[in-house]
């Protein structure tokens, strides 16, 4: 074991491997409960998904293990999923196979671009003032609808605004949002929930987000919102994996040349978002805790292959996306709360297994993995999305040339219901403001490709 993941030489041992892998595991086993919820409005088996979640971030986090080894674990990312869903099946009209092929796209793209030097000019091509951005963006989307899941808001239309009629409803051109009365048990129980998991974060709980969720779905029992199965109905044998593996649909995906430019875009857009966001977890935590040493950084401007650990670990996560997509799930990353292990002291790859290992043990869960209500899960989303909005604070918002394309990047991720809309305003605003003030030298080539892609989209195909 020594030998295999260099234990002495990174300063640790079995017994502080596996009590990190375990930390890492219960703070981010939420995803096993939530991943299915979200992608299951897209049309997908909610038990398949379920499977295909787990073995995707068992099979993502082995490899990040013997190949890197580094302590990072993988699973279906939050908001890459809510993209997935929210944007490019229900708002863009795609199917849930053809998203999958979105995915799997975007996984070659990755492994590409991490092998050859085309990862460094994207990196240095976006301002970090977007990065920081996009991430804080897809964190206000996700938190927004975690607060319309757990009915908090309620939304009226006047008749002048009526366009189709629905019995009781229909659709209307302009609604108002307000607050709700929480007379609904689904609110009530969904605030409850949110306040349980806010305490729980407030006193540092490791595992707060899924004791939240395991906490609510008790609770929602008494409110009747927990539907628990009979005695009799209860079986613990593993979902089929059948209904979405491999069941991606390249030819449905491009048989349309009118919507050329919105695949392109939209396969840009889940690339990019995975890209920074993979970036921003390796540099963040692996140079807080010495994982990664300078050597490290600079082979991603530099390197040409898997010279070090960071390539190797980059690598990883490239390959993670396609297999995700193969097996039924959106893109499978890496996760911030890896950093839970990594303070307790996990260094090396060992770390990683046993948070993989646990996933897969997780399997036989299924039975109550499908008595979680929405109610239960709609308060995770919402404070991973106060998590996600850390980056907003290193934004200079005092700086016009830089607050404007940030906050369009912000604000119409939720109000637009897309995540791709908000990295288009930011790649179309940023480099026309540049333009703008004189200050071309400041705009990377690559951002005026991005930036002409989007526009012919919004032009050509504007629904």
Same mark, same amino acid.
């Given at each position: ?29 939420? %995803? /096993?409960?939530?991943? &299915?919820?979200? $992608?299951?409005? =897209? ?6 998904? @379920?499977? #295909?979640? *787990? ?66 000019? %994207? /990196?240095?091509?976006? &301002?970090?003032? $977007?990065?920081? =951005? ?6 206000? @989307?996700? #938190?927004? *609808? ?66 939240? %969720? ?250």
């Amino acid at each position: 074991m020594d030998r295999l993941f260099k234990l002495s030489e990174n300063g640790t041992n079995v017994k502080t491997e596996v009590m990190a892998g375990i930390t890492t595991f219960v703070t981010m086993a939420y %995803i /096993i409960f939530v991943n &299915p919820s979200i $992608l299951a409005q =897209a049309g997908m088996d909610k038990g398949a998904v @379920f499977v #295909a979640t *787990i073995l995707a971030a068992t099979i993502a986090t082995f490899i990040m293990g013997f190949v890197a080894n580094v302590p990072f674990a993988q699973a279906p990312g939050m908001g890459l999923n809510a993209f997935f869903t929210f944007t490019v099946v229900l708002g863009l009209g795609y199917t849930w196979q053809q998203a999958l092929a979105m995915v799997f796209i975007c996984g070659i793209i990755n492994i590409i671009i991490t092998v050859t030097k085309i990862r460094k000019m %994207i /990196i240095h091509a976006i &301002p970090a003032s $977007l990065q920081y =951005a996009i991430s804080g963006g897809i964190g206000l @989307f996700i #938190a927004y *609808i975690g607060i319309k899941e757990a009915h908090f808001l309620q939304f009226t239309g006047e008749a002048a605004n009526k366009v189709v009629s629905l019995g009781e409803g229909g659709i209307f051109s302009d609604i108002i949002p307000a607050i709700v009365n929480f007379r609904d048990p689904v609110s009530q129980l969904a605030l409850i929930g949110l306040i349980i998991t806010v305490v729980l974060m407030v006193l540092r709980v490791r595992s707060a987000i899924l004791l939240g %969720i395991v906490l609510t779905t008790i609770i929602g029992i008494f409110f009747n919102v927990t539907r628990v199965p009979g005695l009799s109905s209860i079986s613990f044998a593993v979902p089929s994996l059948e209904p979405t593996l491999f069941k991606l649909d390249f030819g449905g995906l491009f048989a349309n040349g009118q919507k050329m430019f919105i695949a392109l875009t939209t396969i840009f857009a889940f690339s990019l978002t995975d890209t920074f966001d993979t970036i921003g977890t390796f540099l963040g935590t692996g140079r807080k805790s010495g994982i990664f040493d300078e050597k490290d950084e600079k082979s991603v401007d530099n390197g040409n292959g898997f010279s070090s650990k960071l390539e190797r670990a980059l690598f990883a996560d490239a390959t993670a996306t396609s297999i995700g997509a193969l097996l039924g799930t959106s893109n499978t990353t890496t996760y911030v709360e890896s950093a839970a292990g990594i303070s307790l002291g996990g260094r090396t790859g060992l770390t990683s297994v046993v948070v993989g290992i646990l996933f897969l043990l997780s399997l036989f869960i299924a039975p109550f993995a499908g008595m979680v209500p929405a109610a239960a899960t709609a308060p995770a989303l919402i404070v991973v999305g106060i998590l996600m909005a850390d980056g907003l604070s290193k934004i200079d918002w005092s700086d016009i040339e830089t607050s404007i394309p940030a906050f369009l990047t912000v604000a119409l991720m939720p109000f637009t219901y897309s995540i791709a809309n908000g990295i288009a305003a930011g790649l179309i605003f940023y480099p026309a403001i540049k333009l703008i003030t004189g200050k071309r030298k400041e705009i990377h080539p690559i951002i005026y490709i991005f930036a002409v892609l989007f526009i012919l989209r919004f032009v050509l195909l504007p629904n």
